[in-house]
C-alpha cells in the first residue's frame, strides 16, 4: 500500500506579514488545492504560502480531506515571529463594559425578541446595536435616555463613524424595537429621524457568467450548493439551513423553511442539479442537513462566500459580486424569459411586489429594442 501523502505546515516570517507554509513533494494534484486556496509560491522559501491564523488552517483541512494527510505540529509551537518591538503601536481603544442597567436592558430586549420568535440574525443585530447606544452614553440608564440623546448617537453613527444609510437604518428599527416593544414607550422615538433610503440597483451576472462559474467549479459539493442557489433563488441562510427532507426531486421543488421574516415558501429545484444532487448524497450521506461542514452541523455561511470567490476568480469574473448575486441573476433572468413578476415575488419568498419590481430595472431585455438617438445620427 502507497504512502498517504502529507502536508507539512510551518510558520513562515515573510515581508508581508506571518504566513503559513504549505510543504509537500512535487505533486500537481496537491499543487492545484494550494493554488485554489489562494496561496502564493515563495521564490525565497521554496514553498506555498497563506495568511497565518486558526481560519487558514480549517481552510487546509477541509481543502485536503481525503488527498493527504495534514501535519500542523509545527504550528502548535509558540510562533517564531514575534511582533517588531520598535515598530509603531495604534492606540489601543479602550474597552467600555456595559454596567447592570446596560446589560439587564440588553437581556430584557432579548427575551422579548426570542418571545417574538425574531430570527437568530435580527436578535443579534438588534443587541448590537441597542449596546452601541447604551455605551455610547454610558452615564445614563437606558430609560432615561432622551430622543436628544438618541439623536446624538445617530450623528455620531452618520458622521464620525460614517455608516452606509442600510446601516443606519437598521440602528434605527433596533432602537425603535426597544422603546417601543420592550419598555412600551412608542411616543419617545416616534419622531426620531430616518436615514434617506438609498435606491441601489442589485448587481446581475449574465447567463453566461452563471454558466462559466458553475462550470468553473470541480468539487461536487461546492457545485451542488451554487447549482441550488441559483436554481431556486436562495439566500446564503436558507442554503446552509436546508435539510435533507426538503428536497422534492421527483416535483423538482425545493421547500424552505423558515425563511427571511420566518416565513416558509416553496421555490425550484432545476433539472440540471438532479443528477449531480444524486451523486452527492450517495457520496457524501449528509445525515441532518443537506449541506454539513467537516466536523458535522450546518456548513458556515463563510465557507458557501469562500468556494464562491474561488469559483467566481477561476472563471474569470470580474464583476464584483457576491453568492447573493446569484439570486439576484435568478429573478433577473425569469423575467427576461417571460416569467410573471408575482410568481418571481413567491418564488424570492417577497412580502411585497414593490422589492420584486426592482429587477425590472435591471432587466436589458426590454433596452434591447431601444435605439439609442445616438445612432440616428450622421456622423461621417
Known amino acids: 500500500m502507497d504512502a498517504p501523502r502529507t502536508v507539512t505546515l510551518e510558520a513562515l516570517t515573510h515581508r508581508n506579514g506571518p504566513r503559513v507554509a504549505l510543504k509537500f513533494p512535487f505533486d500537481a494534484e496537491l499543487m492545484a488545492i494550494a493554488k485554489g486556496l489562494g496561496a502564493r509560491w515563495s521564490r525565497t522559501h521554496r514553498v506555498w504560502h497563506l495568511p497565518h491564523g486558526p481560519r487558514t488552517v480549517a481552510q487546509v483541512f477541509a481543502a485536503y480531506k481525503g488527498k493527504a494527510w495534514v501535519d500542523y505540529t509545527a504550528l502548535k509551537r509558540p510562533e517564531e515571529h514575534r511582533a517588531d518591538p520598535t515598530a509603531i503601536q495604534k492606540p489601543q481603544r ?22 417574538t420568535r425574531c430570527s437568530p440574525n435580527s436578535i443579534k443585530a438588534y443587541l448590537g446595536a441597542a449596546r452601541q447606544l447604551f455605551l455610547f452614553h454610558a452615564a445614563k440608564a437606558p430609560e432615561r435616555l432622551t430622543a436628544a440623546d438618541i439623536e446624538a448617537w445617530q450623528h455620531h453613527l452618520a458622521t464620525e463613524r460614517q455608516l452606509s444609510n442600510s446601516s443606519l437604518e437598521q440602528a434605527v428599527n433596533a432602537v425603535r424595537y426597544y422603546y417601543a416593544n420592550v419598555l412600551g414607550d412608542a411616543e419617545r422615538v416616534r419622531l426620531i429621524q430616518r436615514p434617506r433610503r438609498e435606491r441601489k440597483l442589485p448587481t446581475v451576472l449574465s447567463e453566461a457568467e452563471v454558466t462559466a462559474l458553475l462550470r468553473s467549479v470541480d468539487n461536487l459539493k461546492h457545485r451542488c450548493m451554487l447549482m441550488l442557489i441559483y436554481a431556486g433563488g436562495l439566500r446564503i441562510s436558507e442554503l446552509i439551513n436546508l435539510r435533507v427532507g426538503d428536497l422534492a426531486r421527483d416535483r423538482g421543488q425545493l421547500f424552505v423553511r423558515s425563511g427571511k421574516g420566518n416565513k416558509d415558501r416553496v421555490t425550484l429545484l432545476g433539472e440540471k442539479v438532479l443528477a449531480p444532487l444524486s451523486r452527492y448524497l450517495a457520496e457524501y450521506l449528509p445525515k441532518d442537513h443537506l449541506f454539513e461542514g467537516a466536523k458535522g452541523g450546518a456548513y458556515t455561511a463563510r465557507s458557501v462566500q469562500q468556494v464562491f470567490h474561488r469559483a467566481r476568480k ?17 429573478a433577473t433572468h425569469l423575467l427576461e424569459k417571460g416569467t410573471d413578476l408575482r410568481y418571481i415575488q413567491v418564488l424570492l419568498g417577497h412580502a411585497s411586489s414593490r422589492t420584486t419590481e426592482i429587477y425590472t430595472h435591471v432587466s436589458t431585455k426590454a433596452l434591447r429594442n431601444i435605439r439609442s438617438p445616438l445612432d440616428d445620427l450622421d456622423l461621417g
Open 94 to 115: 479602550p474597552i467600555v463594559v456595559p454596567g447592570p442597567a446596560q446589560q439587564a436592558a440588553l437581556e430584557a430586549m432579548r427575551q422579548k425578541m426570542e418571545m
Open 314 to 330: 477561476k472563471a474569470g469574473i470580474h464583476t464584483p459580486a457576491t453568492v447573493h448575486t446569484l439570486r439576484h441573476s435568478f
